[in-house]
């Protein structure tokens, strides 16, 4: 079961903590959208066109869950919240499996990071298009699109392995488009 455009926007109304965070974070979710939908339009790859766009516009519902827990706990925090509206696991999955390109049991334990001890990593070719497009788009203050090199500097930090498999997502989907994003939502490049 695919959620419709409705039951999503009304998920996420119902979730978010008030009308300034759903614009932001909504917003976030349409722009990933556009992003992977440019992507699809010239992948290779015979992958759901329906999936993918729930998955990008549920990916951060997570996000209003947070109040003041770290950032990275957003991922299994929106698989709650899908778990709990009755959404099937594919779905609950573009949640918990999106952040940065994967986590696995060793970056959570090198990392000590606050999430349960597992492998949140895209397993689907979907699951692995919504990880990418988000990639490109940031909701900080102000919103930022990524250049793929700045992204590519952006996590190597968290080790030379990591911006492999970004360039292996780069290889398998292309570099997307940026321009007419920035030119609609005027938000800056960096």
């Known amino acids: 079961m695919i959620p419709t455009d409705r039951e999503i926007r009304a998920l996420h109304r119902a979730h978010a903590p008030s009308p300034e965070a759903f614009e932001v974070v909504f917003t ?109 788009h940031s909701k900080s203050d102000p919103p930022t699109f990524y250049t793929p090199a700045a992204f590519a500097a952006r996590i190597a930090r968290f080790g030379a392995d990591k911006v492999d498999l970004f360039d292996a997502l780069r290889l398998r989907f292309g570099d997307p488009d940026l321009a007419p994003f920035i030119d609609r939502y005027g938000h800056r490049l960096v």
Request: proline share 6%; charged share 25%; net charge negative.
């Open 28 to 136: 976030h979710c349409e722009i990933v959208w556009a992003i992977a939908e440019q992507l699809l339009a010239r992948c290779p790859e015979d992958l759901d066109a329906d999936l993918v766009r729930a998955g990008c516009l549920l990916h951060d519902i997570g996000v209003y869950r947070l109040r003041g827990a770290p950032y990275v706990r957003h991922g299994v925090l929106g698989h709650e919240i899908l778990a709990e509206a009755g959404w099937p696991e594919p779905i609950r999955r573009f949640a918990s499996c999106h952040t940065g390109v994967g986590l696995r049991r060793a970056d959570i334990v090198a990392q000590n990071l606050p999430i349960p001890l597992g492998d949140y990593v895209a397993e689907t070719g979907e699951e692995a298009l919504v990880m990418y497009a988000d990639k490109f």
